[in-house]
């Protein structure tokens, strides 16, 4: 298909993005099976009591990942870049959307377990995160060493392995798709050490965290996604461009949505603690406006956040200081701006039903409260 395709885009209801999802989710479960059978056959059990019987289970550990499933955001983008490119149910290239969309389910769970121990997250999804699973078992049963760094290792080795089924899911995909995949994985892991860097330098330059926000999440979450589903099934390089610019300005929304959560969001809805953002001094764009946005008295308060000093009453206080300074406002228009612009690009589509699915995909991705 063409950018000037007259045939249009095949169907983005929500009954078969139900059934994108469903397809993939059944490949992670067949995966993590297959995980299961081969290291049952390895010698050697971590839970063993001739090793004190307090280890973790990694393929119980992939299990209780996967099936969490969360919310599939990336799979939804695939399926959407896969259907506004022509992508048909009932073509062959179906089977490799539900292959893509189980191998960036995976990508995500190891970002996210290897992100919680960077930012000693305690809960996700309503879960203990793994590696606070892991040291608190370490401790229960007395063991030798420190728990904390016993439980980093545990966490560290889950992520390894979702990284390496995750990459094994794509091996048989079109050679543009996985030469995609792996620009994707290394965007990721960049922005992940930006983001660890431009925290430790206290830095409060918009610019550098607009970048770090964009490495780190929207890239990974809908541009590249949004591509790699419309490359299972075209190369047109002007449909690609339109994508690509669309997939970035959705995913600044997305990421600058994700900032709001962390200080204003509800941990019943997000599965994960409020406020952390601010307790740790992470580097936001949130906290780069409120250098300039916070002033007279609440003002010792973004300093002490940007120096890591700041404990969760006093995060709680911030919180309503950003409110009262503006700082969620500029947000929120942030953000429909953003959405405004992502609409002009997709004014390029020839077909209003793929311009009508991507603002669908859009709000979904910029409004969420989860």
């Not at 700082?327 to 311009?355: K, N, Q």
Request: with cysteine; charged share 25%.
């Amino acid at each position: 298909m063409t950018v000037t395709d007259r045939t249009g885009p095949a169907s983005t209801t929500a009954d078969a993005t139900a059934r994108t999802l469903a397809a993939a989710h059944e490949l992670t479960t067949r995966r993590v099976q297959d995980v299961t059978a081969v290291l049952a056959g390895v010698e050697g059990d971590p839970r063993s009591p001739a090793l004190g019987g307090f280890g973790l289970d990694l393929a119980a550990e992939l299990a209780r990942w996967t099936d969490s499933q969360g919310k599939q955001v990336r799979a939804v983008v695939a399926h959407h870049g896969f259907v506004v490119a022509g992508g048909r149910a009932t073509s062959p290239d179906a089977d490799g959307l539900a292959s893509l969309g189980s191998a960036l389910e995976l990508l995500h769970l190891f970002a996210l377990v290897h992100d919680d121990v960077m930012d000693r997250s305690r809960t996700r999804r309503g879960l203990e995160t793994t590696h606070e699973r892991a040291a608190r078992r370490h401790r229960e049963a007395a063991a030798r060493g420190d728990a904390e760094r016993y439980g980093d290792g545990v966490a560290i080795l889950l992520g390894d392995l979702l990284l390496a089924e995750a990459s094994a899911a794509v091996a048989s995909l079109p050679e543009a798709v996985r030469i995609a995949w792996r620009h994707m994985v290394l965007e990721l892991v960049h922005g992940q050490l930006l983001d660890l860097t431009a925290t430790a330098a206290g830095t409060d330059d918009p610019a550098v965290t607009r970048v770090v926000a964009r490495l780190k999440t929207g890239r990974y979450t809908v541009r590249r996604p949004l591509e790699l589903g419309a490359l299972l099934v075209t190369d047109d390089a002007s449909l690609l461009e339109v994508l690509g610019r669309w997939g970035d300005l959705v995913g600044d929304a997305f990421g600058l949505r994700d900032d709001v959560l962390g200080v204003w969001g509800d941990p019943g809805r997000t599965g994960k603690p409020a406020l952390d953002d601010l307790v740790d001094g992470r580097a936001t764009t949130l906290l780069a406006w409120a250098r300039d946005m916070v002033t007279g008295s609440d003002a010792p308060l973004v300093e002490a956040c940007s120096t890591g000093e700041l404990d969760r009453d006093d995060a709680v206080r911030l919180a309503d200081a950003l409110v009262r300074n503006g700082v969620r406002d500029r947000a929120e228009r942030a953000i429909d701006a953003l959405l405004a612009e992502a609409a002009e690009v997709a004014d390029g589509l020839p077909h209003p039903a793929a311009r009508g699915a991507l603002a669908g995909l859009a709000a979904r991705l910029a409004r969420r409260t989860r």
